[in-house]
């Protein structure tokens, strides 16, 4: 059984830049695709980037693209998620998911629920 732990969060200000980790255990970790979701208060989880299992190919919600970048370190398997010019928006509780995805696949997936493990989250306040 995969576990995954997010870490990094905090109380930063409008601005400042962030990065957040997320440890895998208990699998193979390059067996893995990885995806940082969040949830900000009061609204619906949404897709922020995806990886694959090298982090050679990555796709990110649109609304971020140019502000964060997904990565990861096989030999600590650790994802990362770094996130610049943070806004208050951008307050969340941010979330870590992998999957094991079929043999050859086409696409990084963006849905919550095609992700099998997911973290506990770690809570980002971006304050103004």
């Known amino acids: 059984q995969v576990q995954l732990v997010e870490s990094g969060g905090g109380l930063v200000q409008a601005g400042d830049s962030l990065t957040l980790s997320c440890v895998a255990s208990?699998?193979?970790?390059?067996?893995?695709?990885m995806a940082w979701f969040r949830q900000p208060p009061g609204k619906e989880r949404e897709f922020v980037a995806a990886?694959?299992?090298?982090?050679?190919?990555?796709t990110y919600n649109i609304s971020l693209e140019g502000r964060c970048t997904i990565s990861r370190d096989n030999a600590r398997n650790t994802m990362y998620l770094q996130m610049n010019s943070l806004e208050p928006e951008d307050t969340a509780v941010y979330y870590c998911?992998?999957?094991?995805?079929?043999?050859?696949?086409?696409?990084?997936?963006?849905?919550?629920?095609?992700?099998?493990?997911r973290g506990q989250g770690t809570q980002v306040t971006v304050s103004s």
């Open positions: 990886t694959n299992w090298n982090g050679g190919y990555a």
């Open positions: 208990g699998g193979t970790f390059t067996d893995l695709y």
């Open positions: 998911a992998a999957h094991v995805p079929p043999p050859n696949p086409q696409f990084l997936r963006r849905e919550w629920g095609e992700y099998d493990y």
